[in-house]
Each structure stands twice: as structure tokens, then as C-alpha cells.
């Protein structure tokens, strides 16, 4: 990264198990000295197994601190500050219930659309948001157009309840599965007020009786008749991580974790870095402080 580079960052939520994270559009510029400026400095004694929220601060959270926020059911002073004051307290309870999780995501949608900035971009607190790569992919994209970016999690199309037949409706959509991260144009996102805005889309998915992705899913290409565009470039935990070689880890927006499926990239000890996050950033990013010389 020695050169300039210009970054327009999007939207960005993430849901953490009791989080959730925003990523606003912005302009970021970033170069090698400002990125060291910006690190904090790394313990690599002992790993931080308490919770995910550290492993994205201490990495690609750096790259993109004005434009990402956080989704909690919590206030938390010391976590406010290390969020660089973006921490925003859902009031959503704390399970990973159905409704509450739809709860977070409507909070996000309308925290949206408050911003008016160009990308809603959601992703969860197991992701590991490549951040250029994901300004340098929406550059492709006219957010004054209907796009709905992200990955199929599901070989098949999902199916919905329909509360006046008490029927699983044979009718089927696609959806982008959270756990990949996904993003919405503004565009589609204003369109899409009548529906969830206010709140609303909490009373979607109860009447449907799906997740908060699978809901999104529903509302953007039953209601909305928007096809989602699939960006291979998202990945979640359903995918094998070890069978993404190094030499594309450029391209690709997100990465994910769960216990004996990881990123295979070469760096810290297992021990110390469990997730790969930490390795995989240095391996994008070996300016960074912490990582090794
Ligand atoms: C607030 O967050 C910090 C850092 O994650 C944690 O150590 C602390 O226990 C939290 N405080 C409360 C009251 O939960
Ligand atoms: C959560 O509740 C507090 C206290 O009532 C309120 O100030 C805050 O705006 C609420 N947050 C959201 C996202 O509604
Ligand atoms: C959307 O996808 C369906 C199949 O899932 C296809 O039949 C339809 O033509 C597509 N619509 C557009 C506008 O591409």
C-alpha cells in the first residue's frame, strides 16, 4: 500500500451475536503512513478469546473508522470509545431469536436510511471485510440504480409461509445470505420504505416466519421484483475458507470463520490467532503494527 489510494467505503452492518456493524459511505484515503498513524498498538502475548468485536477492531475496522458502526443491545462506554464513538444501542434483546435478530436489522435499515449515504452494506461479526476490495467492487455498481448484491447460501430458492392458505407458498425467491455480507443501493433501499421502514420489517418477518435474510430476500425480489446479483467475491462459513487460495484473497470482499473452518493463510500461531483474521490481515496489510517485520 505505498501509493495513494482513494477509498469510498459503503454501509456497512454487521451483526455480531450481539452486535451489529455499519460501514458508511465515505472517502478514505489510505497510504502506509496513515495507516501505522492509525494503529493501535497489539499485545501478542495472549489472544483475546472474549469476543469478536476486538479481532475486527484491531483490523479492518482501522481501514474504515468514520464509516463503520456498530448494532448492539447494550451501552458500553469502553466499547463506545474503541468504536470511535459508533456503537448504537438497538435496544433489541440480546438472543439470536428470530424477531430479535430482525429487530437489529431494522434498526440498521432505518439507521440507513437516517445516513443518507450510497451503500447499505451488512455483514456479521465473524466476517472479515477486505475494505478497498469492497469500495473497488461498489464502483462498479450506480447506487442511483436497484442493486442487491451478495451470495446464495442455499442451493435452492427458499420458500415463504403464506398466513391466508397456512401454507409453506410454493412460490420461491432467492436470498443473499447475511453470514457473506451483503449490499443494497440506496435506490432500492428508498423503494423499499413503504414496506420496512419504521419498524416494519420486524412485522415481515414474523408474518413470513423467516430470518432477517431470508426476509430481505423476500421483500427485494417478491415485492420489489429485483432479482439479487450474485458477487462471488462474499463468503460466509457455509463455504470450505481453506479452499480459497492466497493468491485471490485481493479480489475477495468477506471472509469467515466457525470453530475447524478457516481461512488457510500462512502467519501467526493457531494459538494466538484462532480466527486467521489477524494473519489474513497482515497478509493484505504488513504495514499494519502489529504485524511481524
Ligand atoms: C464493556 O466492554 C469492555 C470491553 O469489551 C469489557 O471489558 C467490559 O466488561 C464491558 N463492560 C460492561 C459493563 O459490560
Ligand atoms: C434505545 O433507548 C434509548 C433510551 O430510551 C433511546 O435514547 C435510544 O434512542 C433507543 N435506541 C434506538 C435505536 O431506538
Ligand atoms: C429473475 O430470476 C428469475 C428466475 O429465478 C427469472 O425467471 C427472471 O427472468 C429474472 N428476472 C430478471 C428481470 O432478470
Given at each position: 500500500m505505498g501509493r495513494r489510494r482513494m477509498i469510498k467505503a459503503a454501509v456497512i452492518l454487521v451483526t455480531l451475536g450481539y452486535c451489529s456493524l455499519l460501514v458508511y459511505q465515505g472517502s478514505v484515503t489510505l497510504n502506509a503512513s496513515n495507516l501505522q498513524e492509525s494503529l493501535p498498538s497489539v499485545k501478542t502475548t495472549k489472544h483475546n478469546r472474549d469476543t469478536r468485536l476486538p479481532i475486527i477492531l484491531k483490523t479492518w475496522f482501522q481501514l474504515a473508522k468514520d464509516q463503520t458502526w456498530f448494532f448492539t443491545d447494550t451501552d458500553n462506554q469502553t466499547q463506545q470509545q474503541l468504536t470511535n464513538g459508533h456503537l448504537?444501542?438497538?435496544?433489541?434483546?440480546?438472543?439470536?431469536q428470530r424477531q430479535h435478530l430482525c429487530c437489529k436489522t431494522s434498526v440498521e435499515y432505518d439507521t440507513f436510511m437516517d445516513s443518507g449515504k450510497k451503500w447499505f452494506c451488512h455483514f456479521d461479526d465473524d466476517n472479515y471485510v477486505n475494505v478497498p476490495r469492497l469500495v473497488e467492487v461498489l464502483?462498479?455498481?450506480?447506487?442511483?440504480m436497484d442493486w442487491y448484491l451478495g451470495r446464495k447460501s442455499i442451493p435452492k430458492p427458499a420458500r415463504y409461509y403464506n398466513p391466508l392458505t397456512k401454507n409453506m407458498q410454493t412460490t420461491r425467491f432467492w436470498f443473499a445470505t447475511f453470514g457473506a455480507g451483503l449490499c443494497i443501493s440506496r435506490s432500492l433501499a428508498l423503494k423499499m420504505i413503504p414496506v420496512v421502514g419504521g419498524g416494519k420489517f420486524i412485522s415481515i418477518c414474523a408474518r413470513i416466519q423467516q430470518a432477517d435474510d431470508v426476509t430481505m430476500g423476500y421483500v427485494i425480489e417478491?415485492?420489489?421484483?429485483l432479482n439479487l446479483t450474485i458477487v462471488p467475491e462474499f463468503h460466509s462459513?457455509?463455504?470450505?475458507?481453506?479452499?480459497?487460495?492466497s493468491d485471490i484473497f485481493r479480489e475477495q470482499i468477506s471472509f469467515s470463520y466457525s470453530p475447524k473452518n478457516?481461512?488457510?493463510?500462512?502467519?501467526?500461531?493457531a494459538s494466538y490467532d484462532p480466527t486467521r483474521f489477524l494473519s489474513l490481515h497482515c497478509f493484505l496489510f504488513p504495514h499494519f503494527e502489529f504485524c511481524p517485520r
Open positions: 448504537v444501542n438497538t435496544n433489541c434483546s440480546d438472543t439470536h464502483q462498479g455498481y450506480d447506487y442511483q417478491r415485492t420489489m421484483q462459513h457455509l463455504e470450505q475458507m481453506k479452499l480459497i487460495p478457516t481461512v488457510d493463510v500462512p502467519g501467526f500461531d
